[in-house]
């Protein structure tokens, strides 16, 4: 056996033998006079081996005797108080680490109420008033060249993180003011910041540190609800000290790139809502996201669609975090594609409330912002789709603000989207929402360069169309005035209806449904007619006319487009008595107002509200350039769509939307081309 080893464990026994017998002062003060030397604070220290020997092996246990000695007469025993502080030097100069889990296991071992319990809880609030918690943080960061002891590691996080809580719990009305949370968890983040600042200058000197530990810290404290309190610390000085010095943004990088998933949500969203601008987000997590998958589910996922708590700075920031640089970029373009698609779902809009609502709207907006046009073009066929769909759903709505919604967004995203058409204006009420939410679409400098210069998203004043976008688009509303001014149609010019014939003197039908029944079903068949008509569907001359019949194709008196339903050569769709044989139950009411097939979304002509069509290339035999209609997949039976199928992408033809301008000019004076689009408008006494 060693001898300077057997010298440690005999010196300790003989201590803790001392301790446990005598009531001699002087002698119990010599004696541990004598064992400080292993803690090397005195002159004459043991050798480095003996210090570790007991650091190691015996501090544990000469501690737990201290404890046990605890008594108001053993504190007597010397005058002055020097009992007192020679016991609490052990605690306040040995390994922090040891000395933390025995003040805890005391505490919680100790009757409550009783003189040792408040001894050891005033003992533990001096612990950290002199910094002991940074040192036992840092013990475990300079493990990284030694052996791991989870368990050991377990047992500090759950100490360090749940102290006020345990505390709390034992001396209820006793407790100390350092023990409250609002002021532990705040010491908690100035005791990791000096932590951190000793693994920089380990670095510095050469030497291996882990941040492992900290991370953990710092993620069970944000699980725990304390974000605010820890990061409050943390984020100044963090965005301080990353500002000129790389090596403080790779360490803040490694802390919470380490923090583990199942506290990454908590800890990005307390980063979000305390750093300043997307500037400081951007130094403090790096690029985070394309490195943990679950830190890319919370930023691009979670706060933007599952959660809707975020303020309008948090989310400015989280947005322009992910476009602040170019590996992030595609993670925004992907998240606007996912907005606009759940902005425009038919069931978001009746089962998400209101204010969510706004929520996504307003990420759209911003997203828009700090996109450019390159970026915007590449994926314009598919952002058009997804907003004229979500535009036709909020406009079908019932609720005004639902409304106003698809109107601001159609108009800042459309100028956006497709900056070469002319733009989209509604006439809403202006108030505190809308100037925030046009606040936001102001485009925002892009992370490889200066800004590109985007559209205007507030009319000009006076701003004239040239006379081939209004031969294009049709007729425009004129600009704001009176009430006359507005209901005015003087402007529009009539549609040709001199071939259609009165079919019947009876009075109209009452519901669009037999309406449209009717326009399908039966009676002569004028000129266009006969043309539009298509095979599988028998004019009112072979079969009886109904009640309602009118000519199957053309435009009625009402200004509305009509076209002829295909055949249902399957039988899947009921014949409804009296209307005439061979007609669709389900797709009478949609024959010209549908977007493309590929989205499931139909128009509704006689709903009074705006619906798109898509520009394809005219059928053989439609008179004036009308497009064939455009019916779901399931409805597209006869032959005429590229592919044969209801999807089919065609080709742009200028004479489809010359002829479909020309038609419902009453109903729908105002027509949009946007790209492949046509966004037909009613006057705006209809919103």
Same mark, same amino acid.
């Given at each position: 056996?060693?001898?300077? +080893?057997?010298?440690? #464990?005999?010196?300790?026994?003989?201590? +803790?033998?001392?301790?446990?017998?005598?009531?001699? !002062?002087?002698?119990?003060?010599?004696?541990?006079?004598?064992?400080?030397?292993?803690?090397?604070?005195? $002159?004459?220290?043991?050798?480095? %081996?003996?210090?570790? *020997?007991?650091?190691?092996?015996?501090?544990?246990?000469?501690?737990?005797?201290?404890?046990?000695?605890?008594?108001?007469?053993?504190?007597?025993?010397?005058?002055?108080?020097?009992?007192?502080?020679?016991?609490?030097?052990?605690?306040? $100069?040995?390994?922090?680490?040891?000395?933390?889990?025995?003040?805890?296991?005391?505490? $919680?071992?100790?009757?409550?109420?009783?003189?040792?319990?408040?001894?050891?809880?005033?003992?533990?609030?001096?612990?950290?008033?002199?910094?002991?918690?940074? /040192?036992?943080? %840092?013990?475990?960061?300079?493990?990284?060249?030694?052996?791991?002891?989870?368990?050991?590691?377990?047992?500090?996080?759950?100490?360090?993180?749940?102290?006020?809580?345990?505390?709390?719990?034992?001396?209820?009305? %006793?407790?100390?003011?350092?023990?409250?949370?609002?002021?532990?968890?705040?010491?908690?983040?100035?005791?990791?910041?000096?932590?951190?600042?000793?693994?920089?200058?380990?670095?510095?000197?050469?030497?291996?540190?882990?941040?492992?530990?900290?991370?953990?810290?710092?993620?069970?404290?944000?699980?725990?609800?304390?974000?605010?309190?820890?990061?409050?610390?943390?984020?100044?000085?963090?965005?301080?000290? &990353?500002?000129?010095?790389?090596?403080?943004?790779?360490?803040?990088?490694?802390?919470?790139?380490?923090?583990?998933?199942?506290?990454? *949500?908590?800890?990005?969203?307390?980063?979000?809502?305390?750093?300043?601008?997307?500037?400081?987000?951007?130094?403090?997590?790096?690029?985070?996201?394309?490195?943990?998958?679950? /830190?890319?589910?919370?930023?691009?996922?979670?706060?933007?669609?599952?959660?809707?708590?975020? &303020?309008?700075?948090?989310?400015?920031?989280?947005?322009?975090?992910?476009?602040?640089?170019?590996?992030?970029?595609?993670?925004?373009?992907?998240?606007?594609?996912?907005?606009?698609?759940?902005?425009?779902?038919?069931?978001?809009?009746?089962?998400?409330?209101?204010?969510?609502?706004?929520?996504?709207?307003?990420?759209?907006?911003?997203?828009?912002?700090?996109?450019? $046009?390159?970026?915007?073009?590449?994926?314009?066929?598919?952002?058009?789709?997804?907003?004229?769909?979500?535009?036709?759903?909020?406009?079908?709505?019932?609720?005004?603000?639902?409304?106003?919604?698809?109107?601001?967004?159609?108009?800042?995203?459309?100028?956006?989207?497709?900056?070469?058409?002319?733009?989209?204006?509604?006439?809403?009420?202006?108030?505190?929402?809308?100037?925030?939410?046009?606040?936001?679409?102001?485009?925002?400098?892009?992370?490889?360069?200066?800004?590109? =210069?985007?559209?205007?998203?507030?009319?000009?004043?006076?701003?004239?169309?040239? #006379?081939? &976008?209004?031969?294009?688009?049709?007729?425009?509303?004129?600009?704001?005035?009176?009430?006359?001014?507005? @209901?005015?149609?003087?402007?529009?010019?009539?549609?040709?209806?001199?071939? @259609?014939?009165?079919?019947?003197?009876?009075?109209?039908?009452?519901?669009?449904?037999?309406?449209?029944?009717?326009?399908?079903?039966?009676?002569?068949?004028?000129?266009?007619?006969?043309?539009?008509?298509?095979?599988?569907?028998?004019?009112?001359?072979?079969?009886?006319?109904?009640?309602?019949?009118? =000519?199957?194709?053309?435009?009625?008196?009402?200004?509305?487009?009509?076209?002829?339903?295909?055949?249902?050569?399957?039988?899947?769709?009921?014949?409804?008595?009296?209307?005439?044989?061979?007609?669709?139950?389900? /797709?009478?009411?949609?024959?010209?107002?549908?977007?493309?097939?590929?989205?499931?979304?139909?128009?509704?002509? @006689?709903?009074?509200?705006?619906?798109?069509?898509?520009?394809?290339?005219?059928?053989?035999?439609?008179? /004036?350039?009308?497009?064939?209609?455009?019916?779901?997949?399931?409805?597209?039976?006869?032959?005429?769509?590229?592919?044969?199928?209801?999807?089919?992408?065609?080709?742009?033809?200028?004479?489809?939307?010359? !002829?479909?301008?020309?038609?419902?000019?009453?109903?729908?004076?105002?027509?949009?081309?946007?790209?492949?689009?046509?966004?037909?408008?009613?006057?705006?006494? &209809?919103?």
């Amino acid at each position: 056996m060693d001898p300077e +080893v057997s010298a440690v #464990r005999l010196t300790v026994w003989e201590a +803790v033998h001392i301790l446990s017998s005598s009531e001699d !002062g002087g002698r119990i003060f010599c004696t541990l006079g004598s064992l400080k030397r292993y803690l090397g604070e005195t $002159e004459n220290s043991a050798f480095p %081996e003996e210090q570790e *020997e007991f650091a190691r092996i015996h501090f544990s246990t000469f501690l737990r005797c201290l404890v046990g000695k605890l008594s108001p007469d053993w504190l007597e025993l010397l005058p002055d108080g020097q009992m007192e502080e020679l016991w609490a030097s052990f605690f306040l $100069e040995g390994p922090a680490d040891q000395a933390f889990l025995v003040l805890m296991e005391s505490i $919680e071992g100790a009757a409550s109420p009783s003189f040792r319990l408040m001894k050891m809880a005033r003992l533990l609030a001096r612990f950290l008033s002199v910094g002991r918690m940074a /040192a036992v943080m %840092e013990g475990q960061c300079r493990q990284q060249a030694g052996p791991a002891f989870p368990l050991l590691q377990e047992t500090l996080l759950t100490k360090v993180v749940g102290l006020p809580d345990l505390l709390g719990n034992r001396l209820q009305r %006793e407790n100390l003011a350092t023990f409250f949370p609002q002021n532990y968890f705040p010491l908690l983040g100035e005791e990791v910041l000096r932590v951190l600042q000793v693994v920089v200058d380990s670095l510095r000197g050469g030497l291996d540190c882990s941040v492992s530990f900290l991370s953990q810290v710092l993620g069970k404290a944000c699980v725990h609800g304390r974000q605010k309190e820890v990061l409050g610390v943390l984020v100044p000085r963090l965005t301080v000290l &990353t500002q000129g010095s790389c090596l403080w943004q790779r360490v803040c990088w490694c802390l919470v790139e380490r923090v583990p998933d199942w506290a990454m *949500e908590a800890v990005l969203k307390g980063f979000v809502e305390a750093a300043p601008g997307p500037e400081v987000l951007s130094r403090l997590l790096g690029n985070l996201v394309t490195k943990s998958k679950k /830190a890319q589910f919370v930023m691009t996922r979670k706060l933007l669609f599952l959660q809707y708590s975020c &303020t309008m700075p948090m989310l400015q920031s989280l947005l322009g975090y992910l476009a602040m640089d170019s590996q992030r970029r595609s993670l925004l373009m992907q998240a606007l594609k996912e907005l606009l698609e759940t902005w425009g779902s038919s069931s978001a809009i009746r089962h998400v409330p209101l204010v969510q609502q706004c929520y996504v709207s307003k990420a759209i907006l911003i997203c828009l912002a700090h996109l450019g $046009e390159a970026e915007l073009r590449d994926s314009q066929d598919e952002l058009l789709a997804s907003l004229m769909e979500g535009v036709k759903s909020r406009l079908d709505s019932s609720l005004p603000p639902v409304r106003r919604l698809g109107m601001i967004v159609a108009e800042v995203a459309s100028a956006r989207i497709h900056p070469e058409g002319p733009p989209l204006k509604f006439q809403y009420e202006e108030d505190e929402l809308t100037r925030e939410m046009l606040a936001l679409a102001m485009p925002q400098p892009t992370a490889d360069g200066p800004s590109e =210069a985007g559209p205007s998203f507030a009319p000009v004043s006076g701003e004239t169309p040239d #006379r081939e &976008t209004v031969d294009r688009s049709g007729p425009q509303v004129g600009p704001e005035g009176s009430d006359s001014e507005l @209901d005015s149609d003087d402007e529009f010019v009539p549609y040709d209806m001199s071939v @259609d014939r009165e079919q019947r003197s009876s009075k109209a039908p009452s519901s669009d449904r037999v309406r449209g029944l009717g326009a399908l079903g039966g009676g002569p068949a004028g000129p266009r007619g006969a043309d539009l008509q298509e095979p599988g569907c028998h004019s009112g001359g072979e079969r009886g006319a109904g009640q309602g019949a009118a =000519a199957p194709g053309g435009e009625d008196g009402r200004g509305r487009v009509r076209g002829a339903a295909p055949e249902d050569p399957g039988g899947r769709h009921s014949h409804r008595p009296g209307s005439g044989g061979g007609v669709p139950d389900r /797709a009478v009411l949609r024959p010209q107002l549908q977007p493309p097939a590929a989205h499931g979304h139909s128009g509704c002509p @006689d709903s009074g509200r705006p619906g798109a069509v898509s520009a394809g290339a005219p059928w053989e035999g439609s008179p /004036a350039g009308l497009p064939r209609p455009r019916l779901p997949a399931w409805w597209c039976c006869g032959p005429g769509l590229a592919g044969g199928g209801g999807g089919a992408r065609q080709t742009q033809d200028p004479a489809v939307f010359q !002829g479909l301008c020309g038609a419902g000019t009453s109903r729908w004076p105002q027509r949009i081309q946007l790209g492949g689009w046509l966004l037909l408008l009613p006057s705006p006494s &209809t919103f």
